[in-house]
């Protein structure tokens, strides 16, 4: 059942998007960036979580799940360590994501050349 | 009435007649790559848990894995032709992000290690973590006021 849900609910979370690409022609970068603010803010309110109950890998996949996870990661920071948990809450809980991206991206350039268009 | 029309007249009443139908089919390409995406990082998940990772730690080990996933597949080419087909479907899951890292550090590599790959590596990734570290920041501080 836990496939189910997070087919539908990622699978919604994405026709949103292709709507705001369809009728406001923002581009991809934005989508992303919008995606990121709204799953934070989502995350700050307490909202987001209950999506993630529902959806499980189908919220946390999408970017909402990224700016859900720093969220989560300051307001658990903050519980832990005070004050100083706003500056490292955000980026201690989305490190391991960002990492492998420059690094698996950094490798596949040094890899692979343009693909002629 | 004449059944003659003209190509121009025929388009505008196809138009009329499915005014939509470019954005609901886009929609239903992006509503099933994008499921079939977040269901493939719930089996990572449940492959995690029942390794007996936490539910956070599964979670990271699936976003790390789709990540990286994405970042071949752009490597070889085929990232990008599922994007022609997906739309929002291969942009807005975690594996789009991915993309939007890689796909410059390739493009740009031939304009040199430091301007070329090094800068052009955040092209995209910078926005999204420059205002998403900036709100969690305000979300933190409205939190440690309030919460």
């Not at chain 1, 022609?25 to 909202?47: M, N, P």
Request: with cysteine; proline share 3%; net charge positive.
């Amino acid at each position: 059942m836990d496939y189910v849900n997070a087919f539908w609910v990622g699978g919604l979370i994405c026709v949103i998007g292709q709507i705001l690409i369809d009728k406001t022609k923002l581009t991809s970068a934005r989508i992303l960036v919008f995606y990121v603010i709204a799953g934070c803010i989502l995350g700050g309110l307490g909202i987001y979580r209950y999506v993630v109950d529902i959806g499980g890998a189908g919220a946390t996949v999408p970017l909402l799940g990224f700016g859900y996870n720093l969220s989560k990661g300051v307001i658990k920071e903050i519980d832990e360590s005070g004050f100083i948990g706003i500056l490292t809450g955000g980026l201690k809980a989305t490190a391991a994501g960002i990492c492998a991206a420059i690094l698996s991206a950094f490798v596949m350039a040094l890899i692979f050349d343009p693909k002629e268009k | 009435m004449g059944k003659e029309m003209t190509k121009e007249q025929y388009d505008e009443m196809v138009k009329k007649a499915s005014p939509n139908s470019p954005i609901v089919k886009n929609c239903i390409k992006a509503f099933i790559v994008g499921g079939i995406i977040c269901t493939i990082g719930q089996i990572i998940t449940n492959i995690a848990k029942f390794y007996g990772a936490s539910t956070e730690d599964a979670g990271t080990y699936t976003s790390v894995i789709l990540v990286i996933a994405a970042s071949v597949l752009t490597g070889l080419g085929l990232y990008s032709k599922l994007g022609k087909f997906a739309g929002a479907g291969s942009i807005v899951p975690i594996t789009g992000f991915s993309n939007s890292v890689t796909s410059p550090a390739i493009e740009f590599k031939k304009e040199g290690m430091i301007l070329g790959l090094g800068a052009k590596i955040f092209i995209v990734a910078g926005p999204v973590i420059l205002y998403g570290v900036l709100t969690s920041v305000i979300v933190g501080i409205v939190y440690y006021i309030f919460g």
